[in-house]
Structure formats: structure tokens, C-alpha cells
């Protein structure tokens, strides 16, 4: 554990002292399986520490090497991990397939791909780093479903045995025979090295005859049609021929599988990473690809600019102006990070910045705005007045020069929003004003948002603007 101590020591003088301790025992006294594909905000919620201060530990650690970081792609409906890849970059814009659902999905950053940390084996060896040999139930937990799925912390082999007819190691080139008795309800054969499965739907009149079913497990993933077989013995023969070990595992769908393998927790999305001020910080430049393309089906975009600002280099000065604008720019940055948003980049006197929900990029430019207002007084003269658009929809994220960006009608229509303001006007579109939890920020300071009706320069559909008084 001496290089573990070092590291951890080198953590120390970055990161919240609380969440250092917090990383430091998990390293220290966790079980394997808990430091492996690690839920941050679980993890977070059980320490009782802030999430936001926790995502940014679990980075600043895996910066310095001790936590390993992965970009899973889930199955919308099991939270399956249907890839997992230590980084965005080799995540495909295409359609993955779920074999245990039976569904084609293209990924989205919102809910599709999740982010978790392994410690490293230079701070620890753990059995994960050789899923090869983990057992079977394990391996379920471990590397087959997402951090999302809520799993019995103990007895998750009795439990899961209760919705289980069999199950088998197949080593590599290895064959196997089961003999059992199916039940009327519908069952799937699954294995979670390949991610293939074959469905029966057992139906129709029992029967005492042996019925008979053969499985070839190879490194191809095409979807099988399901099969109708009637309650009763069945022999199941099953062949590896792939080069690694396989755990086909027998599951009777029902009430009780849905019961055990249902239940879902919150988890830290690529959505929410791209959006941390920390991440982008410290992977400025190696996000995604040039020509990669990933959706996000909802993130809201602020842009800011201050007014007169070419005016205000000629009233004061170049090493005055310079000085206001830079400390614009540090109060902002500051407050983009504080309602859990990042910026993407400044163009100018501009600033583009993301945030998650609505409210949150909403509750930034009202704080923006009076920031604003309390350095033009300390300084006794209206030089900063600042300009605040506001919009939420679907974007791309891309890379765009060599930085990760976001592409899209939803960005434009955010910047000319933030065109239309006046000095020290807020206007947002009406999916940020009519967000619930906007709703409620602003009847709780008593705003009432003024519906405006101007025309969007390049946008050809109307969009309904409000200012925020």
C-alpha cells in the first residue's frame, strides 16, 4: 500500500479533505466488489458528502492514477453494460444491441452511458482486474449490469438462485449438458461474457417427453428468434467456442426476477461529466474524436456577453478594461461551477456555458447578474453590464477545435437569444421558464417572467421568449 499512501498524499493537496478520507478507507477496508465500477453518488450519499465534491475527487484521483475511469454504454431497459471502454472516444454513435432485451439502441449521453472508477491495481489488486476469474454471481454484479442496478450487498447468490434454473462455467472449447424441468413461464438462456442469449416461451400443455435444445456460444452476437417449448424435461447442451470462459445462466422470467433485478439507483451519466467544470479542466483535449458525433437528448446552454465593451477599452483604458473583464470572467467561471454547470468556452467577452437542468443555468444568471451589479458599485462606475441568454433542448457533443464542444439548433438558438438582450437582461425560451423547478426559483424571489415576441435570426420556427426581471 506504499504507492497507495503516496498517491494519496499527492490527492490531499488538491481535494476536499473529507472525500480524501472517504477514498482512502474504501481503498483501504472495502471488499472487492465495492471497488469496482464504483456509483459515485451512491457512494457520495452514503458518506454523506456533496456529490459535486465527490465527482471531482474520484477525478483528481484517477488524474493521478489512483482510480481507473470507464464510459459504459447501458441498455435503457436492464441497465445492462453492453460496452465499456476507458474512453468517450471509443464510444460508436451507432446502435448497440441487448441481447438479455432483445433491443436496438442508439446511445445517448443522458441515460445510455454511465461513468464509473475502478481502483487501480498500482493502489490495490482486486478480483475485477481479471473478470476471467471471478465467479459466476460476481460477475453478474461486477462487469454484466451498470452501476444503476441496486443488487443485494450480501446473499446475492441465494437471491439470484431464486429466479435461476441452472447455471454453468464453460471454460473455452468446453461443452455441457443440463437437465431440467421448464416451468410455464417464459425463460432465457443468457450468457454475460458474449452477451447472447436464446429466449423460450414455455407454453401450451405439459409433457413428459424430453425436449431438446443446443446452444453454440461463438463471438458472433446475432439476435436469436425465441423458441415455444411446453412445460417439462428438457436436455440443454451447451458448447464454447469462443476463446475465453463462459457463464451460461438459466433465468425464469417473473414477478420475483423482476423484483430482484428491477430495482435502480441514480448514477453519474456522460451527460453530467461533460457538464463538470473539473472534468473539463483536467481532459481539455481528450474527450472525443474529431468525427464523433454522441446525442444528448436535453442540456441547457447560457451565453453571456457584457455590452459596450469595446467603449469601455476606450473610456478606461486598456490595463484597467483588461483587469474588469478578467475579474467578470473569474466571477462567472465561479459561479457556473457553483451551480454545478461548466464552461465550454469564451469567445470574446463571451461565455458559453452548460448545465444539466434548466433551473440550475436559471439560478447562475440571476447570480451572475447581481455579481455584476455589486462590482459595478464597488468600483462606482456601470462598466460591466452583462447580457444572459438562456435554452434547453437537444444538442451534439463534439469536438470542435481540439476542445469538446456542443453542436446543434439548440445552441444557436441560445446564443441569438443572448443577442436580444438588453444591458443587464436575462431572457430564457420557454422550456427553461416553464421547467418546474425554474417555476418555483422564480416565484420564490417574486419574478415574474415577461413574455417578449422577436424573430430569431437563421431560425426559421417561432420561439417563445421571456425576460427574466
Given at each position: 500500500m506504499s504507492e497507495a499512501q503516496d498517491l494519496f498524499a499527492v490527492l490531499r493537496q488538491s481535494t476536499d479533505a473529507d472525500c480524501v478520507n472517504a477514498l482512502a478507507r474504501l481503498v483501504r477496508e472495502a471488499p472487492?466488489?465495492?471497488?469496482?465500477?464504483?456509483?459515485?453518488?451512491?457512494?457520495?450519499?452514503?458518506?454523506?458528502?456533496?456529490?459535486?465534491?465527490?465527482?471531482?475527487?474520484?477525478?483528481?484521483?484517477a488524474r493521478i492514477g489512483l482510480f481507473d475511469l470507464s464510459w459504459n454504454v447501458l441498455c435503457p431497459s436492464c441497465s445492462g453494460v453492453l460496452d465499456a471502454n476507458a474512453s468517450l472516444k471509443s464510444v460508436r454513435s451507432?446502435?448497440?444491441?441487448?441481447?438479455?432485451?432483445?433491443?436496438?439502441?442508439?446511445?445517448?449521453?443522458?441515460?445510455?452511458?454511465?461513468?464509473t472508477f475502478t481502483v487501480s491495481p498500482r493502489a490495490r489488486?482486486?478480483?475485477?482486474?481479471?473478470?476471467?476469474?471471478?465467479?459466476?454471481?460476481?460477475?453478474?454484479?461486477?462487469?454484466?449490469?451498470?452501476?444503476?442496478?441496486?443488487?443485494?450487498?450480501?446473499?446475492l447468490e441465494p437471491t439470484l438462485q431464486q429466479i435461476t434454473l441452472d447455471a454453468v462455467e464453460l471454460p473455452a472449447?468446453?461443452?455441457?449438458?443440463?437437465?431440467?424441468?421448464?416451468?410455464?413461464?417464459?425463460?432465457?438462456?443468457?450468457?454475460?461474457?458474449?452477451?447472447?442469449?436464446?429466449?423460450?416461451?414455455?407454453?401450451?400443455?405439459?409433457?413428459?417427453?424430453?425436449?431438446?435444445?443446443?446452444?453454440?456460444?461463438?463471438?458472433?452476437?446475432?439476435?436469436?428468434?425465441?423458441l415455444e417449448m411446453r412445460p417439462g424435461p428438457i436436455r440443454l447442451s451447451l458448447e464454447n467456442r469462443t476463446g475465453t470462459r463462459v457463464l451460461p445462466t438459466v433465468w425464469v422470467v417473473s414477478k420475483k426476477f423482476e423484483g430482484i433485478t428491477g430495482k435502480r439507483r441514480?448514477?453519474?451519466?456522460?451527460?453530467?461529466?461533460?457538464?463538470?467544470?473539473?472534468?473539463?479542466?483536467?481532459?481539455?483535449?481528450?474527450?472525443?474524436?474529431?468525427d464523433q458525433r454522441l446525442k444528448i437528448t436535453s442540456l441547457t446552454f447560457l451565453f453571456t456577453d457584457l455590452k459596450g465593451s469595446t467603449e469601455l477599452y476606450e473610456r478606461v483604458g486598456d490595463l484597467v478594461a483588461f483587469d474588469l473583464?478578467?475579474?467578470?470572467?473569474?466571477?462567472?467561471?465561479?459561479?457556473?461551477?457553483?451551480?454545478?454547470?461548466?464552461?465550454?468556452k469564451t469567445i470574446g467577452d463571451a461565455v458559453m456555458a452548460t448545465f444539466l437542468t434548466?433551473?440550475?443555468?436559471?439560478?447562475?444568471?440571476?447570480?451572475?447578474?447581481?455579481?455584476?451589479?455589486?462590482?459595478?458599485?464597488?468600483?462606482?462606475?456601470?462598466?460591466?453590464?452583462?447580457?444572459i441568454g438562456i435554452h434547453e433542448g437537444p444538442c451534439l457533443a463534439v469536438n470542435l477545435n481540439e476542445r469538446q464542444d456542443y453542436f446543434g439548433q439548440t445552441v444557436n438558438i441560445a446564443s441569438r437569444v443572448q443577442g436580444l438582450a438588453l444591458s443587464r437582461s436575462i431572457l430564457a425560451t420557454a422550456p427553461v421558464v416553464h421547467n418546474p423547478k425554474s417555476a418555483s426559483l422564480l416565484s420564490g424571489n417574486g419574478q415574474k417572467p415577461v413574455a417578449q415576441s422577436q424573430p430569431l435570426r437563421g431560425i426559421a420556427t417561432e420561439v417563445a421568449i421571456y425576460e427574466i426581471p
Open positions: 472487492d466488489r465495492k471497488l469496482t465500477r464504483i456509483n459515485v453518488l451512491a457512494f457520495a450519499r452514503a458518506e454523506g458528502v456533496d456529490e459535486e465534491q465527490m465527482i471531482t475527487a474520484f477525478l483528481q484521483a451507432g446502435q448497440y444491441h441487448c441481447a438479455f432485451c432483445n433491443l436496438d439502441n442508439e446511445p445517448t449521453l443522458d441515460e445510455m452511458v454511465e461513468v489488486r482486486i478480483a475485477a482486474h481479471n473478470p476471467d476469474e471471478l465467479p459466476l454471481w460476481e460477475y453478474y454484479r461486477q462487469v454484466f449490469w451498470g452501476s444503476g442496478v441496486e443488487l443485494p450487498d450480501s446473499d472449447g468446453e461443452k455441457a449438458l443440463l437437465s431440467l424441468q421448464l416451468p410455464a413461464n417464459f425463460v432465457i438462456v443468457l450468457e454475460p461474457v458474449t452477451h447472447t442469449a436464446q429466449f423460450i416461451d414455455v407454453k401450451g400443455e405439459p409433457t413428459a417427453d424430453r425436449q431438446a435444445l443446443s446452444v453454440v456460444y461463438n463471438n458472433l452476437r446475432a439476435p436469436g428468434a425465441a441514480p448514477f453519474l451519466t456522460a451527460k453530467r461529466l461533460l457538464s463538470n467544470q473539473t472534468f473539463r479542466d483536467i481532459y481539455r483535449t481528450d474527450t472525443l474524436d474529431v473583464v478578467r475579474e467578470h470572467f473569474r466571477t462567472l467561471n465561479e459561479i457556473v461551477a457553483d451551480e454545478g454547470g461548466a464552461v465550454v434548466p433551473d440550475q443555468a436559471l439560478a447562475a444568471g440571476l447570480r451572475m447578474r447581481e455579481a455584476m451589479r455589486k462590482l459595478n458599485e464597488t468600483h462606482g462606475r456601470e462598466d460591466l453590464l452583462l447580457k
